[in-house]
């Protein structure tokens, strides 16, 4: 599945996972994440690289940072998540927007007692004041030990986010890097840009990999012919949404409805 841009319902959220290992698929949102297991194994991607985090270790995933949890293995994990724009630290710690880490991972000989103290602590049910001292603490011990470098800042706030809405409300119109940048008032170099650095390939593979996906969700639930379903999700034509499909798949649309249907 392709990543997508989670809008998140609150500022400061906490999860503890108990005897179980997180899944989620690929996504990205505007806040800091900060993941620390106390027992058992959680397995993260973040920007294409897998990361095992085991009992005493942690990561944090900076804002904008495509990322998603699966399990690998059967064994279960004891683990505290906690998500945090970063406009409620006021800039105190840091400038999200100017730095990224080399690495998200957090060994545990880089995660300091306090730190740990903290995430033992905080609580899903503390009130919000409570919650927000916890995740303070927990950053300002966690990011000493994170080297950092600079990143590119951002000329328009929430640009990934406004370039995957957009790209998900139009996808089935024709659609162009050029319309796209238009639309969003920015260079169309720009655009490309962000396509290669954030979801790491480039737009028109995404939007193909949307198509793509939309057009299966059409064979597997309706009897529209071929040609329909091909219009419908928006390929300009019938060679290109077999090309897209296949190498999507591995099979022609036709192969895959019957495969449904079979199945």
């Given at each position: 599945?392709?990543?997508?841009?989670?809008?998140?319902?609150?500022?400061?959220?906490?999860?503890?996972?108990?005897?179980?290992?997180?899944?989620?698929?690929?996504?990205l949102h505007r806040s800091?994440?900060?993941?620390?297991v106390f027992s058992g194994?959680?397995?993260?991607?973040?920007?294409?690289?897998?990361?095992?985090?085991?009992?005493?270790?942690?990561?944090?995933?900076?804002?904008?940072?495509?990322?998603?949890?699966?399990?690998?293995?059967?064994?279960?994990?004891?683990?505290?998540?906690?998500?945090?724009?970063?406009?409620?630290?006021?800039?105190?710690?840091?400038?999200?927007?100017?730095?990224?880490?080399?690495?998200?991972f957090l060994p545990k000989?880089?995660?300091?007692?306090?730190?740990?103290?903290?995430?033992?602590?905080?609580?899903?049910?503390?009130?919000?004041?409570?919650?927000?001292?916890?995740?303070?603490?927990?950053?300002?011990?966690?990011?000493?030990?994170?080297?950092?470098?600079?990143?590119?800042?951002?000329?328009?706030?929430?640009?990934?986010?406004?370039?995957?809405?957009?790209?998900?409300?139009?996808?089935?119109?024709?659609?162009?890097?050029?319309?796209?940048?238009?639309?969003?008032?920015?260079?169309?170099?720009?655009?490309?840009?962000?396509?290669?650095?954030?979801?790491?390939?480039?737009?028109?593979?995404?939007?193909?990999?949307?198509?793509?996906?939309?057009?299966?969700?059409?064979?597997?639930?309706?009897?529209?012919?071929?040609?329909?379903?091909?219009?419908?999700?928006?390929?300009?034509?019938?060679?290109?949404?077999?090309?897209?499909?296949?190498?999507?798949?591995?099979?022609?649309?036709?192969?895959?409805?019957?495969?449904?249907?079979?199945?």
């Amino acid at each position: 599945m392709l990543p997508f841009y989670e809008v998140q319902a609150k500022d400061l959220r906490v999860f503890h996972l108990v005897a179980r290992q997180l899944t989620f698929p690929a996504h990205l949102h505007r806040s800091i994440e900060i993941l620390y297991v106390f027992s058992g194994v959680q397995t993260i991607e973040i920007e294409g690289a897998p990361y095992e985090v085991h009992a005493g270790e942690g990561a944090v995933i900076f804002p904008d940072k495509v990322h998603r949890y699966y399990k690998h293995g059967e064994l279960p994990a004891d683990a505290t998540l906690i998500l945090c724009n970063p406009r409620l630290l006021g800039g105190m710690l840091l400038d999200f927007e100017k730095f990224q880490p080399l690495t998200p991972f957090l060994p545990k000989e880089k995660i300091p007692e306090e730190a740990v103290y903290a995430l033992k602590h905080i609580k899903k049910k503390d009130g919000f004041a409570v919650k927000l001292a916890w995740t303070y603490v927990i950053l300002s011990q966690l990011l000493p030990h994170m080297e950092l470098k600079q990143r590119k800042r951002l000329p328009v706030p929430d640009m990934s986010k406004k370039m995957l809405e957009y790209v998900a409300d139009h996808f089935t119109e024709p659609i162009t890097l050029d319309s796209l940048a238009a639309e969003l008032c920015v260079s169309k170099s720009y655009i490309s840009h962000l396509f290669s650095d954030r979801i790491k390939m480039n737009f028109r593979k995404y939007l193909g990999r949307i198509r793509a996906e939309y057009a299966a969700k059409l064979l597997r639930t309706t009897d529209a012919a071929l040609s329909a379903v091909s219009s419908n999700a928006g390929f300009d034509s019938q060679r290109t949404f077999n090309r897209v499909f296949h190498a999507q798949y591995g099979m022609s649309p036709r192969e895959y409805r019957n495969h449904v249907r079979q199945n």
